[in-house]
C-alpha cells in the first residue's frame, strides 16, 4: 500500500511507485516531486528494515553518493555571498593543499571532478580511516594529481566530499553537517537532510538491505580487475579495504563522509532541487543568485569520464539527468549507488527526488528512478 499525498495530474508517479512493490520486498522507498514550486508527490511504500516496519513520512535513508549534489549546492551558496570562488585556488582557502604541485588547483577542478584526486586507495589504509576526517583530509592535501588538473576528468567517487567539505570548513569555520544545515536545510524549512545522522534522529533511519562481501572477497576482485589497465581508475577510487565492512557498520552515521552517508528524505531533496529548477526561487523567497546558478549549472565537460567510463556531462558538482525517455537536455542532479537520486529541470520547472533502502542497480541510480522520472517529465508535459 502506498501512503502519502499525490496530484491527480501525477497519478503516473505513484502508480510506478505501486509497481516497484515487487522490487522493493525487504525494502522500502519514497518518491517526492516538486512542479512549478509545487509538491505534486509526497509518496512513500514498503518497509524501512528486514522486520517489516512500514517506512513513515519522516523516514530518512543514507544516499550514498546522492549527497555530492547537496554538499556542492552547499558551496555554490558560499560563492553566492562572496565566501568563495570557483576559480580561486583551493590553497587560498586550504593552504596545505599547496603540496605536491597543487598549488594552481582551483575549486573549479574540484567540483567538476577534474582535480585528478579521484584515488583514495593507497592514501588510506582501510575504509576505517574514512571515520577521521582530518586524517583523510591531510593524505589528500599530501597527494599529487593523478593527471594534469583541468585536462581531465575522473570521478571523485568518495575524494570528493572531503575535499569539496573541507573547503567548506576552512571558509565558514562549521563542520560539513552545520555548513549543510545552516546553508540549505534551515533556509529551505527541510526536515530530513543531513550528513551522517546525530544519535537522537537514529529512531528515523532505515536499514540498508544489501549483501556486501567480505574483505577478502573484495581484495580479490580487486586484484582479479587491476589486470584491466581501463579499470584501475575505478578501482583506485572505490576499493578501499574494508569499505564492505564499514558501509554495513552503523559507524558510517557517526562520522561525516559527504560523498557518501547523507541522509535524506525524498521530500527534502526534491525541495532543494525545486529551489535550483525555479531559476533558484522558491516560494517566492530566492535562495541562489542567476547568474550563480548558472555558473553552477554550465556544463564542463562532455568527453568519458576516466573512472566511470562514459560521459557524465560534468557541471560544478552535478552531473546529466536521466529518464527513460532519454537525458534532459538542461537537467542536472546527482544519482548514487543503491538507487536513490535527485534532480532538477529547469526547463519544466520540475524536480524529482527517490530514495529506498534495498540496494540495486549501479552508482548512478537504476530503473526505478528513471522510470519515475520519465512519468514526472509526462505529466509536467501534460499539465
Known amino acids: 500500500m ?11 508517479v505513484t502508480q510506478i511507485m505501486r509497481s516497484l512493490g515487487t522490487h522493493t520486498r525487504g525494502g522500502g522507498a519514497a518518491v517526492a516531486v516538486f512542479h512549478e514550486g509545487e509538491l505534486v508527490v509526497d509518496a512513500w511504500v514498503g518497509a524501512r528494515d528486514a522486520r517489516g516496519t512500514p517506512w513513515s513520512s519522516d523516514t530518512i535513508v543514507m544516499s550514498f553518493s546522492t549527497t555530492k549534489g547537496v554538499i556542492a549546492t552547499t558551496a555554490h551558496r558560499l560563492v553566492d555571498r562572496g565566501l568563495l570562488d570557483y576559480d580561486e585556488p583551493v590553497a587560498t582557502y586550504w593552504p596545505e593543499f599547496a603540496a605536491a604541485g597543487k598549488e594552481r588547483v582551483t575549486v573549479r577542478h574540484l567540483l567538476s571532478h577534474s582535480a585528478g584526486l579521484h584515488q583514495l586507495r593507497g592514501v588510506i ?8 576526517w582530518d586524517l583523510v583530509c591531510s593524505r589528500l592535501a599530501a597527494e599529487a594529481p593523478r ?14 566530499g572531503f575535499l569539496v567539505g573541507e573547503v567548506i570548513r576552512r571558509v565558514t569555520g562549521m563542520t560539513v553537517d552545520e555548513a549543510v544545515d545552516a546553508e540549505i536545510a534551515k533556509p529551505l524549512g527541510l526536515d530530513g537532510m543531513s550528513i551522517g545522522v546525530a544519535p537522537g534522529e537514529r529512531g528515523r533511519v532505515a536499514e540498508l538491505i544489501v549483501r556486501f562481501g567480505d574483505a577478502d572477497r573484495a581484495e580479490r ?3 582479479r580487475a587491476s589486470r584491466f589497465a581501463s579499470l584501475k581508475p575505478a578501482i583506485d577510487t572505490f576499493m578501499v579495504p574494508g569499505s564492505d565492512r564499514l558501509f554495513a557498520s552503523s559507524d558510517i552515521l557517526d562520522a561525516a563522509i559527504p560523498a557518501v552517508n547523507g541522509c535524506f528524505t525524498a521530500r527534502a531533496l526534491a525541495r532543494m532541487y525545486a529551489a535550483l529548477g525555479g531559476g533558484g526561487v522558491l516560494d517566492g523567497t530566492r535562495f541562489l543568485g542567476v547568474e550563480t546558478l548558472r555558473r553552477a549549472t554550465e556544463i564542463q565537460s562532455t568527453g568519458l569520464d576516466l573512472v566511470v567510463g562514459f560521459p557524465m556531462r560534468w557541471r560544478l558538482g552535478y552531473h546529466l539527468a536521466a529518464t527513460t525517455r532519454g537525458v534532459l537536455p538542461n537537467g542536472f542532479g546527482h544519482f548514487g549507488f543503491g538507487g536513490s537520486g535527485a534532480w532538477a ?3 519544466r520547472n520540475l524536480a ?32
Request: aromatic share 10%; glycine share 14%; hydrophobic share 40%.
Open 2 to 12: 502506498i501512503s502519502g499525498f499525490v496530484h491527480p495530474d501525477f497519478g503516473g
Open 147 to 160: 593527471y594534469e588538473p583541468g585536462t581531465r576528468h575522473g570521478y571523485h567517487g568518495i575524494t570528493f
Open 125 to 132: 589504509d582501510d575504509a576505517a580511516d574514512m571515520l577521521d
Open 221 to 223: 576482485l580487486a586484484r
Open 352 to 383: 524529482v527526488g527517490f530514495v529506498c533502502n534495498r540496494v540495486a542497480g549501479s552508482p548512478f541510480g537504476d530503473l526505478r528512478l528513471l522510470r519515475i522520472g520519465a512519468q514526472a517529465q509526462s505529466a509536467a508535459d501534460a499539465r
Open 345 to 347: 529541470d529547469p526547463d
